[in-house]
């Protein structure tokens, strides 16, 4: 079956810009995860979802980063006034059930912000 | 204190031999911890998962958890050069569903 997929696959753009960053995770996993991921280090949690809600935000760095689902499955990560230091790869990943299951990543998508 | 550490190395092996990652994690009360390798480019890939005390064998993969000493390891017998890559350690925090990346063991593997 398909698996994550997350788009753009890359994204230029330029200081104090907006981004949406899309995920859609594999049919029937009620888990959804975003992560960043910067050059040379693992994947940092940003937020989680259970469903259509965030169960754990604690991850996003300050109030310019959100992200919704809205009718749990596919999520948007938005991300306002981008800043240079928002330059990452922003993995994606679901798991069928919270917790111990397996996440299952998407290819990432890979924002420059300039 | 990282809530999880790994080794940075690079890590070099030759080809054949077993190769040893380590971990370690702050949050005392993590149940769940997971080995995930990362080609350079390409995202995460889950290899071995553990909740236990002890030793579990999945192939050429041992993964091995001591929650007292708050260590985690993943052993790599017969060693392959298509093993080269970063080995990501994760655990769960405590209570939640949070997933906590270490930074990664890169290893390499001598033909």
């Known amino acids: 079956g398909a698996g994550v997929s997350q788009t753009p696959s890359n994204k230029v753009t330029e200081k104090g810009k907006y981004v949406e960053l899309r995920c859609d995770p594999i049919?029937?996993?009620?888990?959804l995860y975003w992560y960043r991921q910067s050059l040379g280090q693992g994947p940092e949690f940003l937020i989680y979802?259970?469903?259509?809600?965030?169960?754990?935000d604690s991850g996003l760095p300050n109030d310019r980063f959100f992200a919704v689902r809205p009718e749990g499955s596919v999520s948007t990560l938005k991300i306002q006034r981008t800043e240079r230091g928002d330059s990452a790869v922003y993995l994606c990943?679901?798991?069928?059930?919270?917790?111990?299951?397996?996440?299952?990543f998407g290819p990432g998508t890979r924002l420059l912000v300039l | 204190q990282k809530e999880v550490e790994q080794n940075s190395g690079p890590l070099s092996v030759p080809e054949g031999a077993i190769a040893s990652l380590n971990c370690t994690y702050s949050?005392?009360?993590?149940?769940?911890f997971f080995w995930y390798r990362q080609y350079s480019g390409k995202s995460p890939e889950l290899i071995m998962s553990?909740?236990?005390?002890g030793d579990k064998e999945d192939g050429r993969f041992t993964a091995q958890l001591n929650k007292a000493s708050q260590y985690v390891s993943l052993l790599i017998r017969d060693s392959q050069p298509s093993d080269s890559a970063t080995y990501l350690c994760?655990?769960?925090?405590?209570?939640?569903?949070?997933?906590?990346f270490g930074a990664g063991t890169r290893l390499f593997v001598k033909a």
């Open positions: 990943a679901s798991s069928r059930t919270p917790g111990a299951e397996t996440q299952y």
């Open positions: 979802f259970q469903g259509t809600g965030a169960a754990d």
């Open positions: 049919s029937g996993h009620t888990a």
């Open positions: 553990i909740y236990s005390n």
């Open positions: 949050d005392r009360g993590s149940q769940s």
């Open positions: 994760a655990v769960i925090n405590t209570g939640g569903f949070k997933t906590i």
